[in-house]
């Protein structure tokens, strides 16, 4: 083995990661201070939308889902995208070690496949600044509050798609074991299209309402 | 060379394609049965379409885009996604002549990159059928008839940005010269990213002026 060559735990084996440097920190950390975070930033959320007493509380549960979603696409994903050697940091940052212990669920991420780049490009630069302005749209109660909150879900529902295909296509065997697939590549993605598909299906419903009452109005006049 | 492995025009020169057949139908009578199949389509729909007095010409006008790029995602995308072998078609079938000539501009497409098989299946599954939902609701004035509309735009937008950037990613050489590269890749495509961003403009502007005119309605109840 070469001295550049570092024994790593991704797939394929001879993927080769000039100055690798291992996750040393454990998923219970990560998970607790990518949790804390969050439901800080939801805390915080619920507490001021409470102020004004035209939300409702789907109105401040969606406000939060926006707040936590925005953040992992522009802060979390934009890192991956905007990293490409994330993998060899030393000093153990928080936002590389997130990466290098998901790449063990999918290690499309460590050999930088250009599928997963497109999609998380797409997903940090286009869907994140959305989700924001899905928040911003509830809040200040704008005409395209519907509209913004369906595109941005669409978004996120299109780029799982490409996701999971383009891993289908290619073999499906970026896992380092059958526990990293289903906990990371499965049941963390899981979210990204179980949320998006309500939305979805909620933000169609209202538009449709919206437009029979338009066009009743219109009649009426 | 082996008896097996036949020369053929595309990117990378050394890809191997068992029992390729060379495309022998002209670009020009390419055209000419997608222009005139399209054409005679698009035809039928604006003179039915004329015999609906609430039909405004732009909605009759956006039919007819639908019903050709409905066509265009299932008979042709559709035929790609489900046909791997289209290059060793020997009899010069014309939808097998039209990806062997489009693999000049896009050489993925005879290669079977996964980002772009996956692009082009969920355009043909998805995003075709509701190109054909978006004709039918705007011809039967559904009040679910922008939202359709704008999902499938979104749809054919996100679809090629997911197409470019993959390509960028990879070195952005699947061209077997700048002539197919600016005639098929880039020419070709922009249809699908102008009209689609149109729709989607119109869409968010309709939603958004139905909503404000939905809640003048609530307040004056």
Redesign the interface.
Known sequence: MSPAVIDHPYVPRDLILPGFVPCVTSIGRILAVYGFSSIAGVFLVWILSGLSPKLTKMDRTLMCWWLFTGLTHMIIEGYFVFSPEFFAKESPMILSEIWKEYGKGDSRYVSRD??V???E??TAVLTGPASFLSLYAIWTRK?????IQ??AS??QL??C??YF??SY??GDNFYTSRYYYWAYYITANAFWVVIPTLISIR??NK????????????KNI
Chains 1, 2 share one sequence.
């Open positions: 250009s599928a780049v497109s999609v490009g797409i005409p395209y509050s519907y509209t369906f595109a669409l978004a299109y780029g798609l490409v295909l383009t296509l290619d933000c169609w538009i449709s309402s919206s437009s029979i009452q338009s066009n009743k109005n219109k």
